[in-house]
């Protein structure tokens, strides 16, 4: 069975105790506290598995724990780091705070690898503690605790165009005849279960990804069939491949069938509607004469004065087929867009909130802002996105830095330096 979501609990090392002794030997004159420092607890990492493409493995395996440190001991010695826990995930998974449903991360493109929670830091021993009024300290420091959540994994697959359709249009077959996929094809009456990727070569030009989204029947808005279940696998797609049963095989109306697919696209969701769409006619090959010209006559008036392109094409022969895909990536290669991702939304450090946060006015009109905290900010919010700076200011305002600049007379117009950048202030 093919699982693109999944819960489980994930939990960090605590850091390792120290350790509180005292040296005490025959012809050791200068002795005293030797009491080593705990060990670091290890972290909970997040990894990207080329070799996944599911997350089945998590329908088993449901928690997740990094070693935690060892405490110190005597002599100075100081206790062994937890091991960090790997959760290897299949490129695309997105992970999510289960209590909120807040982003944590998204496993995908340059992000291959991520600390999500870090170990606790391992106590200092009592030889940390002594000083000329205190010789002989009797404590230590505890490590700190470990980070624990419960979250959600959810894959949506990194595909550049998806393919759409209703059952038995002869998607799977497609997608067998222009790819390295090996989808189970028959004459089935009711859709595939699992959502399949393949790779086009095309001579004389780069390759594209292509997924085969199934489970879309119409009702699936409401809940029939599969419901929405694997619409979330085209949300990175740039193109659509809508097929259609041009022969009317099994008497649907290929018009009719396209608007009832995009209404259920638009219902998962209001921008796959606007994204480019070519129509794929298949099953040319039992085309009965001047019938089947017509239903390309009838789609390409339907479809085309709205820039949707209709290609008469026979997955089984391979009628058509070329031509398809090289349009289809002239139309990937005319698309600028960004790739699609989830920004971070949730941060689950535990001593965040407790991290100080210096407001301070170096002249009339400058202000600056530091702390390590907002150091963590920055490197995990992308500015250049506008959800990723609207995120940065709701942060700013949350936690009381907007309102301490006001305090210190801040006006419209004046610099507010974070480090190395640069912003003007505004209501």
Same mark, same amino acid.
């Given at each position: ?21 005292? *040296?005490?030997?025959?012809?050791? #004159? ?9 060990? *670091? ?20 395996? @449901?928690?997740?724990?990094?070693? &935690? ?6 002599k100075r010695c100081r206790g062994a780091d937890g091991e960090d826990k790997i959760v290897k ?7 999510? &705070? ?14 291959? @690898?991520?600390?999500?929670? @870090? ?8 030889? %940390? ?23 959600? =994994? ?12 209703? #059952? ?6 497609? =997608? ?6 090996? $989808?189970?094809?028959? %004459? ?23 997924? &085969?989204? #199934?489970?879309l029947i119409e009702g699936a808005s409401e809940g029939i069939g599969l419901g929405h279940q /694997? =619409? ?19 008497? *649907? ?33 039992? /085309? ?23 290609? $008469? ?83 700013? *305002? ?30």
């Amino acid at each position: 069975m093919f699982a693109d979501h999944a819960k489980i609990y994930i939990r960090s090392g605590k850091g390792g105790d120290g350790h509180v002794s005292f *040296r005490r030997e025959k012809y050791v #004159p200068a002795g005293g506290p030797d009491g080593g420092d705990g060990g *670091r607890g290890g972290d909970l990492i997040f990894e990207v598995d080329d070799g996944m493409n599911t997350l089945n493995d998590f329908r088993n395996i @449901r928690k997740y724990i990094a070693g &935690d440190g060892r405490p110190g001991g005597k002599k100075r010695c100081r206790g062994a780091d937890g091991e960090d826990k790997i959760v290897k995930v299949p490129a695309g998974t997105i992970v999510r &705070d289960a209590a909120s449903g807040k982003v944590i991360t998204d496993m995908s493109y340059d992000n291959r @690898r991520e600390v999500i929670l @870090r170990g606790g830091k391992g106590g200092k021993g009592n030889m %940390n503690f002594a000083t000329p009024t205190m010789q002989a300290p009797k404590y230590a420091q505890p490590g700190q605790p470990f980070q624990e959540l419960e979250v959600l =994994l959810e894959l949506k697959v990194i595909a550049d165009v998806g393919l759409v359709g209703f #059952p038995n249009v002869g998607k799977s077959t497609f =997608l067998s005849r222009v790819t390295n996929a090996k $989808p189970k094809i028959a %004459n089935y009456h009711f859709t595939t279960l699992n959502p399949n990727l393949g790779v086009v070569d095309l001579e004389g030009t780069d390759g594209f990804v292509i997924a &085969d989204i #199934p489970g879309l029947i119409e009702g699936a808005s409401e809940g029939i069939g599969l419901g929405h279940q /694997f =619409l979330r696998h085209i949300e990175r797609t740039k193109v659509i491949i809508h097929m259609v049963d041009a022969a009317s095989v099994e008497g *649907r109306d290929p018009v009719e069938d396209i608007k009832i697919i995009n209404a259920e696209l638009s219902a998962y969701s209001d921008k796959l509607t606007h994204l480019p769409q070519v129509i794929a006619a298949n099953k040319a090959d039992v /085309f009965y004469g001047n019938q089947g010209e017509e239903v390309i006559k009838k789609l390409r008036k339907e479809f085309e004065p709205h820039g949707i392109k209709v290609f $008469p094409i026979s997955a089984v022969s391979g009628q058509g087929v070329k031509e398809l895909l090289y349009h289809v990536k002239g139309m990937l290669n005319e698309i600028k867009t960004d790739p699609v991702i989830f920004e971070r939304e949730f941060f689950p450090e535990f001593d965040l909130n407790s991290e100080p946060v210096i407001v301070n006015k170096v002249k009339e009109g400058l202000y600056t802002i530091e702390g390590s905290r907002v150091d963590r900010m920055l490197g995990y919010t992308n500015l250049e996105t506008e959800k990723g700076f609207a995120f940065f200011q709701k942060f700013l *305002r949350e936690n009381g830095i907007i309102d301490e600049l006001e305090k210190l007379g801040i006006q419209e117009g004046d610099t507010v330096q974070i480090y190395d950048l640069h912003f003007d202030y505004y209501k």
